[in-house]
């Protein structure tokens, strides 16, 4: 059975981002710090880090956030950018301010381009973000894409075969699935996640894609009515769904 890990409550509720080891006692001597409902006065106290914690803890009379090793799905607006880099409102502000505080810190599964929308995850777990990302594993993204002009019929079969080279690379593509929606709609599964893929992959086949939307990675679907900018903590049994 895995080790139950354990640490001092000032040194757990610093790496949540709740504030300095020295900020957490004085907490704890104001009475803002409760464990299975009694005064927590020692910060020093070692307690057991279980998932269960945050049905168990409070901080100001609050809920302790999820321990170490959530995923988060965020139904990501139009606009806003997932890597510091790029400038711009980030996909991090969505979330509460102290996570960004945390350690280990929250990180994107892959990323969006700040003109795409629709399902990202977002982990502390870096475990879980490498076997998402790894090509060995061929997790699949869906995407539907609006077009600028008709799908002229052959783009299936394109890209199909697996021997598409985007521009400015040599190692093709993996194969990947399109359904036709309309004339000018259609969702594509690709295993890969390439600078661009999808936008590059209609512009080789002559035409531009006007609206990206990412609607299922492995068995995992947007949750139907998540609203742009919505969140949610994903369950193990719906961790387990990305592999499927
Ligand atoms: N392909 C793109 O072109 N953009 C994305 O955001 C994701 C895949």
Same mark, same amino acid.
């Given at each position: 059975m895995a080790k139950i890990p354990t640490s001092r409550v000032d040194r757990l509720l610093s790496s949540m981002g709740y504030g300095s080891r020295s900020e957490m006692a004085r907490l704890a001597k104001a009475g803002g710090i409760t464990l299975d409902a009694a005064d #927590? #006065? @020692? %910060?020093s106290k070692r307690i057991p880090v279980t998932p269960d914690l945050p049905t168990r803890m409070e901080i100001d009379g609050e809920a302790l956030d999820p321990v170490a090793g959530m995923v988060i799905l965020l139904n990501k607006p139009l606009g806003?950018?997932? *890597? =510091?880099?790029? !400038?711009?409102?980030? %996909?991090?502000?969505?979330? $509460?301010?102290?996570?960004?505080?945390? @350690?280990p810190a929250i990180s994107t599964i892959g990323r969006l381009d700040k003109q795409t929308t629709g399902l990202l995850l977002l982990t502390d777990d870096g475990d879980l973000l490498h076997r998402v990302i790894s090509?060995?594993? =061929?997790v699949k993204k869906t995407y539907r894409a609006k077009l600028a002009r008709p799908l002229d019929g052959t783009e299936g079969d394109l890209f199909a075969l697996g021997d598409l080279r985007l521009e400015g690379e040599t190692k093709p593509l993996a194969p990947a699935e399109l359904e036709v929606v309309s004339e000018t709609e259609a969702l594509l599964s690709v295993t890969e996640g390439r600078y661009h893929q999808v936008r590059r992959m209609f512009a080789a086949t002559g035409n531009h894609v006007e609206e990206l939307h990412r609607e299922r990675l492995g068995g995992l *679907?947007? $949750?139907? !009515?998540?609203? $742009?900018g919505q969140w949610k903590l994903l369950s193990d049994e719906e961790i387990a769904l990305i592999f499927q």
């Open positions: #927590l #006065l @020692d %910060v806003m950018t997932c *890597s =510091h880099k790029e !400038g711009g409102a980030l %996909v991090y502000d969505i979330l $509460p301010a102290r996570w960004r505080r945390r @350690d090509p060995k594993r =061929h *679907s947007l $949750p139907e !009515g998540m609203a $742009p």
